[in-house]
Nanobody
Framework: QVQLVESGGGLVQPGGSLRLSCVAS????????MAWYRQAPGKQREWVAT???????YYADSVKGRFTISRDNTKNTVYLQMNNLKPDDTAVYYC?????RGQGTQVTVSS
């Protein structure tokens, strides 16, 4: 059974940074494409970033240049480094290994 556990969310001021982590179990992590999505209150789920098994990365235009997705196959972990955060980045962030997802971690950007 695949399990994905996110951590690292919190409250941060605009312009600040956070690093999210997602530890995966129940799968051969290194061969899987992993992704981050987010969902803000009252809005649809939004794709944020993807990293392939070969560490090729893809980003939504809204986060390109500010967020970095990475992976550590020795730790079965995918990361999302978020810099220059904006209030519009406020959302619950979910780690995905389609079709499974984690429980999410809340990110709030506010002064």
């Amino acid at each position: 059974q695949v399990q994905l556990v996110e951590s690292g969310g919190g409250l941060v001021q605009p312009g600040g940074s956070l690093r999210l982590s997602c530890v995966a179990s129940g799968l051969i992590f290194s061969i899987n494409t992993m992704a981050w999505y987010r969902q803000a209150p009252g809005k649809q789920r939004e794709w944020v970033a993807t990293i392939s098994s070969s560490s090729t990365t893809y980003y939504a235009d809204s986060v390109k240049g500010r967020f970095t997705i990475s992976r550590d196959n020795t730790k079965n972990t995918v990361y999302l480094q978020m810099n220059n955060l904006k209030p519009d980045d406020t959302a619950v962030y979910y780690c995905y290994r389609s079709p499974e997802r984690g429980q999410g971690t809340q990110v709030t950007v506010s002064s």
